[in-house]
């Protein structure tokens, strides 16, 4: 695996401010792996991304990097046909509801977004 400019790392390797990046990076590796998608096509959508964030004034201080991790895997997961925007829109809201749902200090789970 390769590393990206700007990607938060110690000398152990990548680190993650939240659980969620620790996931979304994960979940790239696990689809490459796969064979969903090319290691050079992954690249390319992230980079894609980071030049998007930088052009409308993203400092690209290492502190946003899962941010574009996680929009260059909606894109490729779209353009890939593993998912598609009513899906990512769908499953946005029932995590935003689950977050909203979830008392403070608490673990969110997903069914805590789910309407009874």
Known sequence: ???FPYQ???EEG???NEPWEAQAFALVLAL???GLFSWQEWASALSEQITAAQASGDPDLGNTYYQHWLAALETISQQKNLSNEEELTSRKSL???AYL???HGQPIELSA???S
Request: aromatic share 10%; proline share 14%; net charge negative.
């Open 1 to 3: 695996m390769e590393n």
């Open 8 to 10: 938060p790392q110690d």
């Open 14 to 16: 990548p680190v993650f």
């Open 32 to 34: 490459h792996e796969k």
């Open 95 to 97: 995590w935003r509801a």
């Open 101 to 103: 749902n979830t008392p």
């Open 113 to 115: 977004g789910e309407v």
